[in-house]
C-alpha cells in the first residue's frame, strides 16, 4: 500500500523546487532538526521568524529572528517551513493565517531519534506499513494513518485538518470507561490524564496506579493527588525490563531517556502490576513507547487492558505498536485517531 506515498513528492523536494526564499518559522529543538536536514538535502534558508509576541531581537543559528511583516516587507512571497508544534487553537489559528497567505510546509522530523521519512525508510519498512494498516478496525483508523503518513512524506496542513476529530469521540465511542476501572497512567506527569480519566469515568475508580519519572513533576502529582483514595504513585519510568536508565532533566511533558542524564530506575509494567488485572492502560512515555508495551506482554495476554499509546513520538510507531499489540494479544480492535495539533502529534492508539 506504500505505492501511494512514492506517488507524491516529499517536503524537502517541494521546499527545494519551490522557487521561492525558504523561511523558518519557530526555533529551538524542531528547527535544530529541519535544519539538519536542510543541509542533508541542500535547501538554503533565507531568513527565521516567529510569531510576534516571541519575537525580543533574539538570534538563532546566525539568523535575527523576525516578524512575519519584517520578512513580508523584505521577501515579498516566500515558503514557510513550519519548525515548532502546538495545540493551543490560538497558535493553531495563527500557523493557518500564515498559511492562508503564504505557501506553508511542514518538514517532519521524529520527536525522538534522527530517522527520517523519506524514500529509504518507506522502502525499508513497506511491508510493516502494509500489516499495520491491515489490523486497523475501522475506515476512521484507515483514513488517519493514511493520512498521517501522507502528512510525513508532504508536509501539507490540510491533510491533517482532514482527519482532526476531540478526544471525546474516542473515550466516548472507543474506550467507553466505567467507574469501575484499574487504571494504569504511564507517564502521570502533573496528574492532568488523571483528571481526565477521572472525568470520562464518572469519578469512580476500583484503584489507580500512576508512574512519573521526573522528580519535579512526581512532586506535583502527589500534590494532585493528595486526595485521592486507592491510588498508588511511583516515581519510576516504564520500561521493557527492569533497570536504571538516564533521563534527562526537563520538567513538563519532555522528561525522556537521555544520555548523560539523571539516574533514574525504571520497570515493566508486568513487575508494577504483579498480577493486578489492570483494565485501562494510559501511556505517554516520550519515546519508550514501544519499550514499554514489551514489558507489559503478560499484561496484554492475561487481561486485555483497554489502551491508549501516544503513536507519533518516532515515525515507526505508528505501524510498530499496531504490529505488536496484535503479536501479544490477536483479540484486541485497533483504532487510530488525531486530536487537534499541529504538526501530527496527539495521533494516538485506542484498543479495546
Not at 4 to 29: E, I, R
Not at 129 to 146: H, N, P
Not at 229 to 236: D, G, I, N, R, S
Request: proline share 3%; net charge negative.
Amino acid at each position: 500500500m506504500t505505492e501511494f506515498l512514492k506517488n507524491q513528492t516529499d517536503v524537502w523536494s517541494a521546499l527545494k523546487s519551490s522557487g521561492k526564499p525558504v523561511v523558518l518559522y519557530g526555533m529551538g529543538d524542531g528547527a535544530d532538526k529541519v535544519l539538519s536536514a536542510f543541509e542533508k538535502y541542500n535547501i538554503s534558508v533565507s531568513d527565521v521568524m516567529a510569531s510576534d509576541g516571541f519575537v525580543r531581537g533574539q538570534s538563532f543559528r546566525g539568523f535575527r529572528v523576525k516578524k512575519l511583516s519584517e520578512v513580508e516587507a523584505e521577501l515579498g512571497d516566500f515558503t514557510v517551513a513550519l519548525c515548532f508544534a502546538s495545540q493551543l487553537p490560538e497558535v493553531m489559528d495563527t500557523i493557518k493565517s500564515v498559511a492562508a497567505k503564504h505557501e506553508t510546509l511542514v518538514p517532519s522530523v521524529p520527536v525522538f531519534g534522527g530517522v527520517l521519512f523519506d524514500d529509504e525508510f518507506i522502502d525499508r519498512y513497506s511491508e510493516n506499513i502494509s500489516l499495520a494498516f491491515s489490523l486497523l478496525a475501522d475506515e476512521q483508523s484507515r483514513q488517519v494513518y493514511k493520512n498521517v503518513l501522507s502528512f510525513y512524506r508532504t508536509g501539507k496542513l490540510e491533510l491533517l485538518d482532514e482527519i482532526t476529530t476531540d478526544k471525546a469521540e474516542a473515550f466516548d465511542n472507543i474506550l467507553q470507561l466505567s467507574d469501575s476501572e484499574v487504571y494504569v497512567d504511564l507517564g502521570a506527569y502533573n496528574g492532568d490524564t488523571i483528571d481526565e480519566f477521572l472525568s470520562y469515568a464518572h469519578g469512580g475508580y476500583r484503584k489507580i496506579i500512576a508512574l512519573e519519572p521526573n522528580a519535579k513533576n512526581f512532586e506535583k502529582l502527589k500534590l494532585r493527588c493528595a486526595d485521592l483514595p486507592k491510588t498508588e504513585l511511583w516515581q519510576l519510568g516504564a520500561y521493557s525490563r527492569n533497570t536504571i536508565l538516564e533521563f534527562n532533566n526537563k520538567a513538563g511533558r519532555n522528561s525522556a531517556i537521555a544520555k548523560g542524564g539523571v539516574k533514574t530506575r525504571v520497570v515493566t509494567v508486568d513487575t508494577i502490576l504483579c498480577g493486578t488485572a489492570a483494565s485501562y492502560v494510559k501511556a505517554d512515555v516520550e519515546g519508550a513507547d514501544y519499550e514499554t508495551l514489551l514489558g507489559m506482554e503478560k499484561t496484554l495476554k492475561s487481561c486485555k487492558p483497554k489502551l491508549n499509546f501516544s503513536a507519533y513520538h518516532r515515525f515507526e510507531d505508528i505501524f510498530r505498536l499496531p504490529i505488536l499489540i496484535n503479536r501479544f494479544n490477536p483479540e484486541y480492535k485497533i483504532y487510530l485517531r488525531h486530536h487537534p495539533y499541529i504538526p501530527a502529534w496527539d495521533t494516538n492508539l485506542y484498543c479495546v
